[in-house]
């Protein structure tokens, strides 16, 4: 498993108008070949009556999935550029379509990379993306005296404060990245005088939003 990789939010769209055409980009988190699939097929449907439903996906953790769909199109001008913003942008279980309605003008092939392309990138933007962090759960049960302090200190810290249960003592459910374990006991002994009761629970991933300027590539 990935300590940490880049994907969209689950799916969103966005339409541009390009010389009278427009291009209609959509794009779905997908885990396998069939899910990618079965997205092409969806929106093939839907716009059964669009000149072009070209198409692109990038599946599995090493990328070893990548497919590339003109639907008519010129050879080379809309499902690879389409698969190189997926690739440039670092995105993995992703597929896009991008619909598009013939607008009377013809753009060329530099064109029509560029519109792709384009498409693909105003879905994402529209969409989000989001960092997916393999993650230790902690859970952490404290007097209910020792709450207000434990609740400021977590949302102020680097972990990730997901659940309160309000049980016989209170049971704070946070996660911190796996490496990170020691220290994150050692911050919450710190901040509880040794009053608190810690135990390890599952490595999940969580997803933390974020902004398409600041993503790493």
């Known amino acids: ?14 339409e541009i108008v390009i010389q ?5 980009g959509y794009i779905r988190r997908c885990e396998t070949e069939e899910e990618a699939q079965a997205f092409v097929n969806e929106i093939k449907k839907k716009h059964k009556d669009a000149t072009h439903n070209c198409s692109a996906y990038m599946i599995g953790e090493h990328d070893l ?37 013939f607008g009377g003008i013809k753009l060329g092939a530099g064109g029509l ?12 933007e529209e969409t989000g993306i989001v960092e997916r962090k393999l993650m230790k759960q902690m859970s952490v049960s404290i007097d209910y005296s020792l709450l207000g302090k434990v609740e400021n200190e977590a949302r102020q810290s680097k972990y990730i404060l997901d659940t309160i249960n309000y049980l016989e003592k ?3 459910l946070l996660y911190t990245e796996n490496e990170d374990q ?4 050692d911050w919450i002994t ?3 005088s040794g009053q608190a009761e810690i135990r390890e629970g ?12 600041k993503q790493k590539e």
């Not at 990379?113 to 994402?124: Q, T």
């Not at 599952?202 to 300027?213: A, G, H, R, T």
């Open 1 to 14: 498993m990935l300590n940490s990789y880049y994907t969209v939010k689950p799916e969103g769209a966005k």
């Open 20 to 24: 009278k055409s427009r291009f209609i």
């Open 65 to 101: 999935i990548q497919k590339a769909n003109d639907d008519g199109e010129p050879s080379g001008t809309a499902g690879v550029p389409m698969l190189e913003v997926l690739k440039k942008r670092g995105l993995k279980d992703t597929a896009v379509v991008v619909t598009r309605y």
């Open 113 to 124: 990379i560029r519109a792709y392309g384009g498409a693909v990138s105003e879905a994402i």
């Open 170 to 172: 209170v049971e704070l």
């Open 182 to 185: 020691d220290e994150f006991r």
């Open 190 to 192: 710190n901040i509880t």
């Open 202 to 213: 599952d490595l999940s991933y969580m997803e933390i939003d974020v902004p398409s300027d």
